[in-house]
């Protein structure tokens, strides 16, 4: 692997991770289709979809502890809720990533690009104003939760992301979570789940070391910057940001797919 190599992945590793403290993503939805994609644009050795979801997987880890510390302060994390949904994501989580290696790269994809479509889905649907309630009055349904984290893991496990992405529209649209707390809440979960997915795509033999370093790296300087960002701006374009990337990957994912 040559520096130009080196620098492209730091460069993907930088992007997605920004994006991922700012909207409260684990990263995956940006990460998985750009390190697929873009190294061979530029003439480097395009990596499989298992190592791939390998890297998103311990790359997720990392980046959403990154986030997690960022959100520490403030209120921002529904504990209740973090343990309610993640217990339920990592049981899922595991039982997604340890089945992947029996998927084909197509297989893969394709239930990356169905995760996508749903997340796409529910962040374009009207969502009723709740940023003006009190942290400490949030309530939600907790079997609810549950079993939708754990479907979530499923997924997520298979594709090596945290979840996050499709969590974030599970906890607005229906659980009715405010958003700041949606965004911190969900960085928590997806650092729950990607324990799970990050074990299973080890031991499975399903990750390149090099490249996933190198994006951890880019991911822990930019990761608190989103973090930052992300206190400071407009709920209803957070909202609005999240919902652009997620359709956009969506309709690339399946562009390639069909």
Known sequence: MDIFHMLLLFAIGFIGSFLSGM???GGAIVKYPMLLMIPPLFGFQALTAHEVSGISALDVLFV???GVIGFRNGGYLNKSLIITMGISVLIGTFIGSFGSQQLSEAQINIVYGILALLAA????IPKKQLDDIQFDKVSYNRPLAASLAFIV??????????????LIPIMLLILRIPTRMTIASS???TLISSIAGSLGKITTDQVEYLPAII???????AAPF????SKKMNTNLLQAILAVLILGTTL???IDIL
């Not at 893991?153 to 499709?166: K, Y």
């Not at 994006?215 to 300087?221: D, N, S, T």
Request: net charge positive; aromatic share 4%; glycine share 24%.
């Open 153 to 166: 893991g499923i997924g997520s496990g298979i594709v090596g992301a945290g979840g996050g992405f499709l």
């Open 226 to 229: 989103g973090t930052k960002v």
């Open 215 to 221: 994006v951890i790296i880019a991911g822990l300087i």
């Open 121 to 124: 889905i529910m962040m374009i």
């Open 252 to 254: 690339k994912i399946w």
């Open 64 to 66: 959403s502890l990154a």
């Open 23 to 25: 909207l409260g993503i």
């Open 187 to 189: 960085l928590a979960i």
